[in-house]
């Protein structure tokens, strides 16, 4: 006989496996752990090598009344291939799809299979709908209504952040992560760490991720506080040992006061933990880097995005100027921490001299680490909105690692992947670069992630 369980959490990560614990879910079990006493299961598919073979196994031993699918555009293609598995094998469990894909093009989500849409930030809008039982009256909730969608009114933002209990590290196994976790690897040695966010909300206007970031967790940026944060590392590095950590928030250093109040907590706790964070070059600031540099800082995240002003600031709209990127990165560098610089190529009207130019730059740059990626219109955001008459693919195809989404007159999807693949190439195969990959090669732990990050360009 099966066993009834209440909640199953599957997260449809089919490509590129990393060692990223899905955090959005993470912090949703959670909440229905401290507010509802339901302890879910997490079923992270990106560690299967047949997932859906595996999710008929869950399923023909456990009998589920609420299973939640979280999914970004790109997995929208395995959510609909798990939820129509789902509909065919218990189709009296009530399925909730949430994640950006719902909240950005619900009008993709077919209520057949899903029988409601969690839309936004959805903490609170998940425990009410589950105190209720149905959607009717909940706040950020859409729910199905014959085959078309009943759409109840957005929830606003949690205001106080620290409410929120701290992510369901121990409902997984963590230890499969950190082995894969390879965010640090650039210090030259193998950290066993996790993701942290410390805030949400983004008050900037980037074309590539406005509106659709505001509509997942607001303009405002709200904060957790300095000793809430701590108190997470401590339970962190207590209970798995971690030895690093990555703040995800999309800028870390929007507000100075705050940050070096922040760096202080973290270098009282002395927890011996390092970290990286992202940051914006017009932020860069030397008193508050050298804090957080103190308190273990080791690393930063740079969007550069392209060399062209016209690029970056025209089309992406970064409205950040080179001399900027150039200084944040100096600065940087001579506080010891290492720079990885983010970059797009194939904006819409980009030509290939400033797309060469680009990856000439990442190198002049003298960066430690770099991404390169072929821009992709997320759904709703300002650049979708704008070009979407120049996207080519479905939706469901986007992927910032390998396709080009737009139909572009002088750019194809085959020439912007030989200048991804040689920009790697030209980068990493310089002298001092290559001394640092071949001490990753040759280290057995540090083998398996270089070979994870390969795996999404080559």
């Not at 109840?152 to 963590?174: G, K, Q, Y």
Request: proline letters at 6%; charged letters at 25%; glycine letters at 6%.
């Amino acid at each position: 006989m099966k066993k009834v369980k209440e909640f199953l959490f599957i997260y449809p990560r089919l490509k590129y496996p990393t060692g990223d614990a899905p955090l959005g879910i993470l912090y949703l079990a959670a909440m229905l752990r401290s507010r509802l006493g339901i302890v879910p299961e997490i079923l992270d598919l990106g560690f299967s090598r047949d997932p859906a073979k595996e999710l008929r196994a869950r399923l023909a031993e456990n009998r589920y009344q609420w299973i939640g699918i979280s999914a970004m555009i790109t997995m929208a293609g395995a959510a609909k291939q798990m939820a129509g598995l789902l509909k065919a094998m218990q189709p009296e469990a009530k399925i909730i799809l949430g994640g950006p894909h719902p909240t950005t093009l619900p009008e993709q989500c077919p209520p057949a299979l899903y029988d409601f849409l969690a839309m936004g930030e959805a903490e609170e809008s998940l425990v009410e709908l589950l105190q209720k039982g149905s959607g009717a009256g909940v706040a950020g909730i859409w729910f199905q209504a014959g085959d078309k969608w009943e759409q109840n009114p957005a929830r606003p933002p949690i205001e106080n952040l620290d409410t929120i209990p701290f992510p369901a590290f121990d409902l997984v196994d963590l230890d499969r992560y950190k082995k894969l976790w390879f965010q640090l690897d650039t210090l030259g040695r193998p950290v066993l760490g996790v993701n942290v966010m410390a805030t949400r909300g983004c008050p900037h206007s980037c074309s590539f991720c406005q509106p659709t970031l505001e509509k997942l967790f607001g303009r405002k940026l709200r904060k957790r506080s300095p000793e809430n944060i701590v108190a997470e590392l401590s339970w962190l590095k207590e209970k798995f040992s971690i030895q690093g950590f990555d703040f995800m928030d999309d800028t870390l250093v929007l507000d100075k006061n705050w940050c070096k109040d922040l760096a202080a907590k973290l270098a009282q706790a002395e927890l011996g933990l390092v970290f990286g964070c992202n940051i914006r070059a017009d932020l860069a600031d030397r008193e508050v880097l050298s804090a957080l540099s103190e308190a273990g800082l080791r690393k930063i995240y740079l969007g550069v995005e392209a060399w062209s002003d016209r690029v970056r600031n025209e089309i992406l709209n970064k409205k950040i100027a080179r001399p900027e990127i150039e200084a944040a990165v100096q600065m940087a560098q001579g506080l010891g921490l290492k720079v990885q610089g983010f970059f797009m190529i194939g904006a819409p009207g980009e030509r290939r001299e400033e797309i060469k130019r680009t990856l000439a730059y990442a190198r002049e740059l003298k960066l430690d680490d770099l991404t390169i990626n072929i821009t992709t219109p997320l759904p709703r955001t300002h650049l979708y909105e704008k070009f979407r008459a120049e996207i080519a693919i479905p939706e469901e195809k986007f992927d910032y690692y390998r396709r080009y989404a737009f139909r572009g007159k002088e750019l194809d999807e085959s020439w912007l992947r030989r200048a991804q693949v040689l920009g790697y190439l030209r980068f990493y195969l310089r002298p001092a670069q290559m001394l640092k990959l071949l001490r990753s090669l040759l280290s057995p732990r540090m083998l398996r992630r270089t070979l994870l990050k390969l795996e999404r360009v080559l």
